[in-house]
Nanobody
Framework: QVTLVESGGGLVQAGGSLRLACIAS????????MGWFRQAPGSQREFVAA????????AYGDSVKGRFTISRNSAENTVYLQMNSLKPEDTAVYYC???????????????WGQGTQVTVSS
């Protein structure tokens, strides 16, 4: 089992940037793919991005392609989500998750963090 803790959320104006971090502990970090999801009030949890255990494969949701970048630092057991050109519709709680492979479905991820709030003002 992997324990995940997100950080880096906050309030930012539209067009701004934030970098989220997710620190993993409790298991072998390099054995897992990592994903970011988000959930806005009244909406279903949505896939944002994922990265393979080796960092050589990534995937992005259509709404964030070209604006967000996922990366990982195995030495630090940390996965990052760099978010640029933020829009008000990016406002949500962002969650990181670990799973066996790069997938865009919630059901493929086993362990989840508690989330970090991102609010983008217009």
């Amino acid at each position: 089992q992997v324990t995940l803790v997100e950080s880096g959320g906050g309030l930012v104006q539209a067009g701004g940037s934030l970098r989220l971090a997710c620190i993993a502990s409790g298991s072998t970090f390099n054995a897992y793919a990592m994903g970011w999801f988000r959930q806005a009030p009244g909406s279903q949890r949505e896939f944002v991005a994922a990265i393979s255990w080796g960092g050589d494969s990534t995937a992005y949701g259509d709404s964030v392609k070209g604006r967000f970048t996922i990366s990982r630092n195995s030495a630090e057991n940390t996965v990052y989500l760099q978010m640029n050109s933020l829009k008000p519709e990016d406002t949500a709680v962002y969650y990181c998750a670990s799973g066996p492979a790069v997938r865009d479905g919630l059901e493929y991820y086993d362990d989840w963090g508690q989330g970090t709030q991102v609010t983008v003002s217009s």
